[in-house]
């Protein structure tokens, strides 16, 4: 895989520069581990290390600085930029558990909660998951792809306390936040999620990576769970996969 830079400035090209060329031992792993596992056939043919502005305002109207399609992943390693967006979920939120999400935004931004996010873009090339230029297939379900490809990428480089302590986070966030954005099913995830504020967003990811967290551990694996999602793939006059899994969890 190819690394592309998208700055503006020498800094900005020598900073990202040195953070793919850290990574990049990682990422290959990482990649080796989702051609082996999950059949990862066409990954992206390049990485663009790109800062926030020039991800979400000059290249694309997307408001979160990591995306991708078929071609190119684009992806903000500044760790100071994700600090500031996952803070912004807290707007307007008070009391002990908004004061325990904001401490660990503060200082839980390591190297290895930003590879799980390039983790989860490189997930999303997974053969089980409908091709990119199928619209009608790709918005099916799509919580579950989102959640799928959180959850992939932490369960790869977050230890065993870095996960749990993420997913206790994203419980205390969704709680917080579904008097204001819940009310709805899961398969409400798709291109209109995009419209909202951070936290509006990261509540739909968040919740769908917490559905996905709980059919893992009911199936006992990520491979089960996808050998029941080809099922419903496969299905005729098929059903909603939230329903699906409803089902047969």
């Known amino acids: 895989m190819r690394f592309l830079y998208a700055v503006e400035t020498a800094a900005q090209l020598r900073a990202y520069e040195a953070a793919a060329q850290h990574l990049q031992p990682r990422l290959e792993a990482y990649l080796r581990f989702l051609q082996e596992e999950y059949a990862v056939e066409a990954p992206p043919r ?8 020039a991800a979400t305002e000059l290249l694309s109207d997307i408001s979160i600085p990591a995306y991708t399609n078929e071609y190119r992943v684009m992806f903000c390693p500044d760790p100071a930029v994700w600090r ?3 803070l912004r979920q807290l707007d307007g939120l008070e009391g002990e558990a908004a004061a325990e999400i904001r401490t660990y935004y503060e200082t839980a931004v390591n190297e290895n909660r930003l590879l799980s996010i390039l983790g989860h873009e490189l997930a999303h090339h997974i053969a ?36 749990d302590r993420e997913a206790r986070i994203d ?24 419209e909202g504020d951070y936290a509006s967003i990261f509540f739909e990811y968040w919740r769908s990576f917490l559905a996905v967290e709980a059919l893992v551990r009911h199936f006992g694996s990520v491979k089960e769970v996808f050998r029941s999602y080809r099922e419903w793939c496969g299905a005729t006059n098929r059903q909603t996969l939230e329903t699906w899994f409803n089902a047969t969890h």
């Not at 419980?171 to 995009?194: I, M, P, Q, W």
């Open 46 to 53: 390049a990485i663009v290390w790109t800062s926030r502005e």
């Open 84 to 86: 500031d967006i996952w």
């Open 171 to 194: 419980r205390l966030l969704v709680e917080l936040l579904e008097s204001r954005y819940g009310g709805h099913s899961l398969e409400e995830f798709g291109a209109k999620t995009y």
């Open 128 to 163: 089980a998951f409908p091709d990119f230029d199928d619209g009608d297939a790709r918005e099916a379900g799509i919580w579950f792809e989102e959640g799928m490809v959180e959850y992939i990428g932490r369960r790869y480089f977050l230890t065993e306390e870095e996960f």
